[in-house]
């Protein structure tokens, strides 16, 4: 353990700036008193809401995917104190969500991706497919577009899922050629515990090491949730990870819209 400490401080002192499309190492980091130390950049806290709003003015975030995904936009609306004007027909499980502080140009969005998904019910009139919402993106430098699709296609096909990753990767590319300025950032999936057959770590695991390939050498930035998720042994598996976690995980993300 302390040779690996040594190893990683090294390593800290060397990172880079946090751009997108920078590899991720088989470890991508650590944790030291439980706060992420990236192997991949160098990323950095936030210690007050004043500190988030400086980062974010003027952004739209953009989220869409499973609700592993929905608990940024959750975590960003009370992070922020946001104001929520979401549609009054739209439910929280599936969105379309929409906050906002008109002070500070702060937007944020969720919305769930297309089927297949799992939730009790929802308007299917608000569903659309993730490369469809990407497509209506203009994009620019104030864009942070975040996408995690996971989640809900462990219980099925591979090729599904492939399918389906295939057709974000070109909407992104897309996107790209409209505005290479556009942040992309992938969420990875992360542990969970559920029933081996259908929602276990193993089928999730099998998703994101396809995932991670499909989006290999592209102009984007990894969330490795799974990372994350692994190294820390203070929380039990879950779905959802507990709110110090996703914490971790904006940190991270912010690290890349406003790099120290």
Same mark, same amino acid.
């Given at each position: 353990?302390?040779?690996?400490?040594?190893?990683? *401080?090294?390593?800290? #002192?060397?990172?880079?700036?946090? &751009?997108? !499309?920078? $590899?991720?190492?088989?470890?991508?980091?650590?944790?030291?008193?439980?706060?992420?130390?990236?192997?991949?950049?160098?990323?950095?806290?936030?210690?007050?809401?004043?500190?988030?709003?400086?980062?974010?003015?003027?952004?739209?975030?953009?989220?869409?995917?499973?609700?592993?995904?929905?608990?940024?936009?959750?975590?960003?609306?009370?992070?922020?104190?946001?104001?929520?004007?979401?549609?009054?027909?739209?439910?929280?499980?599936?969105?379309?969500?929409?906050?906002?502080?008109?002070?500070?140009?702060?937007?944020?969005?969720?919305?769930?991706?297309?089927?297949?998904?799992?939730?009790?019910?929802?308007?299917?009139?608000? *569903?659309?497919?993730? #490369?469809?919402?990407?497509?209506? &993106?203009? !994009?620019? $430098?104030?864009?942070?577009?975040?996408?995690?699709?996971?989640?809900?296609?462990?219980?099925?096909?591979?090729?599904?899922?492939?399918?389906?990753?295939?057709?974000?990767?070109?909407?992104?590319?897309?996107?790209?050629?409209?505005?290479?300025?556009?942040?992309?950032?992938?969420?990875?999936?992360?542990?969970?515990?559920?029933?081996?057959?259908?929602?276990?770590?193993?089928?999730?695991?099998?998703?994101?090491?396809?995932?991670?390939?499909?989006?290999?050498?592209?102009?984007?930035?990894?969330?490795?949730?799974?990372?994350?998720?692994?190294?820390?042994?203070?929380?039990?598996?879950?779905?959802?990870?507990?709110?110090?976690?996703?914490?971790?995980?904006?940190?991270?993300?912010?690290?890349?819209?406003? $790099?120290?």
């Amino acid at each position: 353990m302390y040779n690996f400490l040594q190893t990683g *401080l090294d390593h800290l #002192a060397s990172r880079t700036r946090c &751009i997108p !499309g920078l $590899p991720i190492p088989e470890i991508s980091g650590f944790y030291i008193k439980g706060v992420w130390k990236s192997l991949v950049c160098q990323n950095r806290q936030f210690f007050s809401q004043s500190e988030w709003r400086k980062c974010l003015r003027g952004k739209t975030l953009h989220f869409m995917g499973d609700s592993t995904i929905r608990q940024w936009y959750e975590h960003f609306v009370k992070i922020l104190n946001l104001t929520d004007s979401t549609l009054p027909d739209a439910i929280q499980q599936t969105g379309p969500l929409l906050a906002r502080d008109e002070v500070n140009n702060i937007t944020v969005t969720y919305r769930s991706h297309g089927p297949p998904l799992r939730c009790a019910w929802t308007r299917t009139f608000h *569903l659309q497919y993730v #490369a469809n919402v990407i497509d209506e &993106i203009g !994009g620019g $430098p104030n864009d942070v577009v975040g996408i995690s699709v996971w989640a809900h296609f462990t219980s099925y096909a591979v090729d599904i899922y492939r399918e389906r990753m295939e057709a974000i990767r070109a909407a992104i590319q897309r996107l790209h050629q409209r505005n290479p300025e556009t942040l992309v950032v992938i969420k990875s999936a992360n542990t969970r515990m559920g029933n081996e057959l259908i929602a276990g770590d193993w089928l999730a695991h099998q998703l994101d090491l396809l995932m991670r390939e499909m989006f290999e050498g592209m102009n984007v930035v990894l969330i490795d949730a799974w990372e994350m998720t692994t190294a820390q042994q203070w929380q039990a598996d879950r779905i959802h990870p507990t709110s110090d976690i996703i914490i971790q995980e904006l940190e991270y993300l912010c690290s890349f819209i406003c $790099p120290p």
